[in-house]
């Protein structure tokens, strides 16, 4: 199974490296207009830097939102375990002496 997802990578890097190199030399100017304030670059951008930093953009969102619902649930557990222990009968102590 392992050799099996080494290929993968491999053959989805030489796929990202190929479309990188095949479109380093596109550039597309890059313009917001709000119709109340508008922003434009100087210099044209290249394709693959803005495909790449949306990808990057989009791993770190996603990123942050698992770490957020990760962290909630996780939040959660703990404190149904919590709450299970407290509700659970207790054994008698054999050393408490009553």
């Given at each position: 199974?392992?050799?099996?997802?080494?290929?993968?990578?491999?053959?989805?890097?030489?796929?990202?490296?190929?479309?990188?190199?095949?479109?380093s030399?596109?550039?597309?100017?890059?313009?917001?207009?709000?119709?109340?304030?508008?922003?434009?670059?100087?210099?044209?951008?290249?394709?693959?830097?803005?495909?790449?930093?949306?990808?990057?953009?989009?791993?770190l969102?996603a990123?942050?939102?698992?770490?957020?619902?990760?962290?909630?649930?996780?939040?959660?557990?703990?404190?149904?375990?919590?709450?299970?222990?407290?509700?659970?009968?207790?054994?008698?102590?054999?050393?408490a002496?009553?």
């Amino acid at each position: 199974m392992r050799w099996v997802w080494l290929v993968l990578v491999v053959l989805v890097a030489v796929v990202l490296t190929a479309f990188t190199l095949q479109n380093s030399s596109f550039r597309a100017p890059l313009q917001l207009d709000l119709y109340v304030a508008a922003w434009k670059l100087r210099s044209p951008v290249g394709v693959p830097l803005l495909m790449w930093s949306s990808f990057v953009g989009g791993l770190l969102l996603a990123g942050g939102w698992f770490a957020v619902r990760a962290s909630s649930l996780s939040r959660k557990v703990r404190q149904l375990e919590q709450e299970i222990a407290m509700a659970a009968p207790r054994a008698k102590d054999p050393w408490a002496g009553t």
